[in-house]
């Protein structure tokens, strides 16, 4: 069953180094279903569908981790089983001198374009992690980043938002 994200709706978390959970916003807490307990100091993956592909986390670690921000899909698992796309919005933090805070994210509901478009994707590359290997499924989503002439982060980050209007 899914829960709705409307468009009114900003979900926001913060997380430390290792991506636990350091804040949350009430509207992620009334979305997922946790508490504020329950959250905090729990890692990000704790939200994680099982039919998200590893490659897209492996990439949004890898651009976080530089300094890059990431805006990407995500279908995140709700404490009841049910499940909510977003179109998140990852940034790292600094402090002034220029040393890491943390990693913040926002996101938002997404349309059913993108829902679309992203769905059939992902699947392919949940099937291709399954039924292969990561390394394959890395492939195919490099091809997909090639078919869409997509070179950098800030290019997939145009794509990605372009995506959902």
Known sequence: METTVTNIDLIVSK?????NITYVNPIFIKISGYTHGELLGKPHSILRHPNMPKV???????NIQNGNDVVSYVKNLC??????????????AKNPD??????????RCITEKAREIITKLYSEL???????????????????????????SEEFNNFMTNLNK
């Open 126 to 152: 949940k099937n291709t992690e399954e039924n292969n290997s990561i390394e394959d499924s890395q492939k195919l989503f490099d091809t997909f980043l090639i078919q869409n002439n997509i070179t950098n």
């Open 56 to 62: 897209i986390f492996k990439y949004l670690w890898k």
């Open 15 to 19: 997380a430390d180094i290792e991506g």
């Open 79 to 92: 404490k009841d089983g049910s499940y909510y796309w977003v179109i998140a919005t990852v940034k790292t």
């Open 98 to 107: 220029g040393s890491f805070r943390n990693y913040m994210s926002t996101r």
